[in-house]
């Protein structure tokens, strides 16, 4: 029986977006396979978490393009980025605490990409005079990162409501981000 590594990848994916914890078992547990089919499909936990990222940066440049980041104003396209990028805020926030991937010179180019493509969207904010431009894009770009990771845990936990996911984002990040009138 031929084993569906996409299927795998998103049982790994769910698992360790509530449990980021979980041993190798488990996830093989979660995907419904035996640890020595999951061992022929990931080496180990690392192969495992590199393939997942590559999987959340496919779902961040997917989500980018749906959300139209040139469209409209800035605010309008923030807004539309963060609910395309809702589905992989799970994803997101397992991998944004796993230092491996941001270490060393192996770190993934996808991740350069979408931090590219996200500061472009705050600095044209801030040149269309939205976001305020004592705060850089790179850092807007992070704060982003740290509130979709987050409120996805706090959903997870059921500490928020899921349906409240997309407006505390947007209104703390884009409340933080506007630029004031100056008396």
Not at 47 to 75: F, N, P, S, W, Y
Not at 86 to 110: D, I, K, M, S, V
Not at 134 to 142: F, K, N, Q, S
Not at 149 to 175: N, Q, T, Y
Request: with cysteine.
């Amino acid at each position: 029986m031929a084993v569906d590594r996409e299927h795998v990848l998103r049982s790994a994916a769910g698992l360790l977006t509530r449990k980021s914890t979980a041993t190798m078992d488990e996830v093989a547990k979660a995907a419904g396979i035996s640890r020595a089919t999951l061992h022929r499909q990931f080496a180990g936990r690392d192969a495992l978490v590199r393939a997942l990222e590559a999987l959340g940066i496919e779902e961040c440049e997917a989500a980018l393009g749906a959300a139209r980041l040139d469209e409209g104003t800035a605010q309008e396209a923030v807004r539309r980025l963060v609910k395309e990028l809702e589905g992989a805020a799970g994803l997101l926030a397992f991998l944004y605490t796993e230092n491996q991937l941001f270490e060393g010179e192996e770190q993934h180019e996808g991740w350069a990409r979408l931090d590219a493509r996200m500061a472009a969207l705050f600095r044209r904010g801030q040149q269309s005079g939205e976001f305020r431009i004592d705060l850089t894009p790179a850092w807007l770009t992070e704060a982003l990162y740290g509130l979709m990771a987050s409120a996805a845990w706090a959903v997870s936990e059921g500490r928020i409501a899921a349906k409240d996911f997309h407006h505390m984002i947007v209104e703390l990040l884009l409340g933080g981000a506007l630029r004031r009138e100056e008396s």
